[in-house]
């Protein structure tokens, strides 16, 4: 019998909380099935065997932000013939970027003892600033659903299917009462990307865009119905600006309403 040969994974981390790549390993149930049509053959956070280059699939977790990061996604890009990044750390920069419109610096003086030890960019950028990339999937984390989805497209060389719509969308799909209607609750969720099954407005409490800004996102009329329900433009830069600030529109839409500041 010809055993067919599995495509090569790798599993790639850059500035990030390992949280994503997690997502992967949470497949408790698929994971021995993956493991039969794929060879993971670089993934330290599971395992210390390290396949060599080059691989078919890359999942690519985390930030750039150091000099250091800009040269390895270099040779990263090049040992994948395909790069899907994950998480919003990878596809927007994540938390880290607030940094982009602050002085690192004064950060690096104020939470290290030894500041001279620190070697950062003043960014902290998405993958896609940098390489090509073959696809995005988004949320802080990812949704393991849509991991799935994607790696069982990948080896049937077909497109994945993931949704395009906003948050709102899932929302009334499972009959939760919208938070911001009923309660005047600030929610995301007209805004966001879908995919995460609108798990916060079920637990009654808004979206606060971890899936990162859908493709029509409408920024200035959400803005303008907060502020009209009595928000500070204050609250709602911090509303935008937060896991996806650096991701348009939400870096302009929080600007728009002030500077961030410690306020
Ligand atoms: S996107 Fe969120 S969960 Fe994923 S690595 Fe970044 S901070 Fe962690
Ligand atoms: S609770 Fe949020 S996500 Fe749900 S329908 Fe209302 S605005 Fe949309
Ligand atoms: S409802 Fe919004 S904040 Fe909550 S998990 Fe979904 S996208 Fe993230």
């Known amino acids: 019998m010809v055993k067919h ?3 090569k994974l790798a599993v790639w981390k850059f500035a990030s ?3 994503c790549q997690l997502s ?3 497949c408790e149930d698929e994971l ?3 493991a039969g049509e794929v060879e993971i ?10 396949g060599p280059p080059p691989y078919d699939l890359s999942l690519v977790e985390g930030s750039i932000t150091t000099p250091e990061d800009v040269e390895r996604i270099q040779e990263v890009r090049k040992q994948s013939k395909t790069l899907i990044t994950i998480g919003a750390c990878a596809t927007a920069g994540g938390i880290q970027a607030l940094r982009n419109s602050r002085d690192v610096n004064e950060f690096i003086s104020i939470v290290y003892a030894r500041p001279d030890y620190i070697d950062t960019l003043a960014t902290s950028t998405a993958i896609a600033d940098h390489v090509p990339v073959d696809m995005q ?3 802080c984390p990812i949704n393991k659903h849509q991991l799935l989805e994607v790696l069982n497209a990948f080896l049937n060389g077909r497109r994945p299917n993931i949704a395009s719509h906003s948050v709102c969308v899932e929302c009334k799909q499972r009959g939760t009462v919208c938070v911001m209607v009923a309660h005047g609750q600030p929610c995301l969720g007209p805004v966001t990307l879908a995919g995460c099954g609108a798990i916060c407005p079920a637990c009654d409490r808004g979206c606060y865009g971890c899936f990162g800004p859908q493709d029509t996102a409408n920024t200035d009329s959400l803005g303008n119905a907060w502020l009209q329900a009595g928000k500070q433009p204050g609250e709602l830069r911090r509303v935008f600006h937060n896991f996806n600030a650096a991701a348009e529109p939400f870096a302009g839409a929080g600007s728009k309403y002030g500077q961030d500041d410690n306020s």
């Open 32 to 34: 021995l099935a993956i």
């Open 17 to 19: 909380c390992d949280g």
């Open 24 to 26: 992967l390993l949470d």
């Open 137 to 139: 999937l988004h949320g």
């Open 41 to 50: 053959a670089y993934f330290p956070e599971a395992s210390r065997a390290m």
């Open 5 to 7: 040969k599995r495509p």
